[in-house]
């Protein structure tokens, strides 16, 4: 099975590179962008073939490492 | 006293570490990641400055992971004593042991100059060779200095009296000018600036040189 993690930081959390970002589209000339938040996907490959142990497992992971829950948020897709 | 030094791949001031444990008056050991016990005997574990597994993922989320890592931990839970450093303080927080994260600086640049630093509380072997209130000069070098925690655990970092130093003229958006933090139990301090860069008369200060002799000091006669 394939899973696509979502990490994102928190709202609330400062992303100074999404504030770069947002900045450097304001010169080229992209007006009213308002927020821009940074994250990042992580593509994982699974042995397991079971849905719910997969996304229980990639839980775990993000719980362990992938994610630090201190100030990131993160969302797990199984296909 | 018995100073272990960690070695990540990527550890770029564990010398420096070593030296000034040394000229301390500690005996030192050099131990690598993937070793998974401490040598017997130590008092002190120190987590160096660097880019540990290239800041991967998450600058110290790797090395947090990473075998020695967990004898750290051990060795902090039964009361020892662990001071990290720059990238040091950042596998801290990632491992738990102590609490908020350091994020990218607020201007985004590295940052590699001597600050200006005032030492919160003389009340840990850490610091207790300072005066509370003392502003010392010693250097940052860091590109996610940016401390963050919210803002019941700020609360209790101040109620508890466990902010060991904030920065004088706070260069990377930290919040609450936070440079270093103790532990509960005073015995953990993790920390962005480097006073092992500062230890020795050929560095131009040596103001950093009383943290490392206060600590080997109070752990040598305990």
């Known amino acids: 099975m394939k899973a696509r993690v979502h990490v994102m930081l928190k709202n609330g959390v400062l992303d100074p590179q999404g504030e770069a970002v947002r900045h450097a589209l304001g010169s080229l000339g992209f007006d009213g962008v308002e927020g821009v938040r940074q994250g990042k996907v992580i ?5 397991e073939t079971d849905k719910a142990k997969a ?3 990639v839980t775990e992971m993000c719980e362990k490492l992938l994610a630090n829950t201190v100030i990131e948020s993160y969302s797990v897709e199984i296909s | 006293m018995h100073a272990a030094v960690i070695v990540f791949p990527g550890s770029n001031c564990d010398r420096d570490m070593k030296v000034a444990f040394e000229n301390a008056g500690a005996k030192v050991s050099m131990v690598w990641h993937k070793d998974t016990e401490m040598p017997a005997g130590v008092d002190v574990i120190g987590i160096p400055g660097g880019f540990s597994f290239g800041d991967y993922l998450r600058c110290g989320a790797i090395a947090a992971n990473s075998p020695i890592c967990r004898s750290v931990v051990t060795h902090a ?8 450093i720059c990238n ?3 596998v801290l927080t990632e491992t738990g042991l102590l609490p908020g994260v350091l994020l990218r600086n607020a201007r985004l640049k590295y940052i590699c100059k001597a600050i200006d630093l005032k030492v919160e509380t ?3 072997a850490y610091t207790s060779g300072y005066a509370q209130g003392e502003v010392i000069t010693i250097p940052i070098a860091h590109h996610d200095g940016n401390y963050f925690a919210d ?4 609360a209790q970092l101040k109620a508890e009296d466990r902010v060991a130093f904030r920065y004088v003229d706070n260069p990377n958006g930290a919040r609450d000018d936070i440079a270093g933090i103790l532990s509960a139990n005073r015995r953990v301090l993790g920390m962005m600036p480097h006073p092992e860069r500062m230890a020795d008369p050929v560095h131009g200060n040596t103001e950093g040189r009383k943290l490392f002799e206060s600590l080997v000091g109070q752990l040598a006669t305990a």
């Open chain 2, 88 to 90: 040091g303080f950042q």
């Open chain 2, 151 to 154: 803002d019941a655990t700020l």
């Open chain 1, 43 to 47: 593509e994982l490959d699974l042995a």
């Open chain 1, 55 to 57: 996304e229980a497992t």
């Open chain 2, 122 to 124: 003389a009340d840990s």
């Open chain 2, 77 to 84: 839970e039964k009361g020892g004593y662990v001071l990290g």
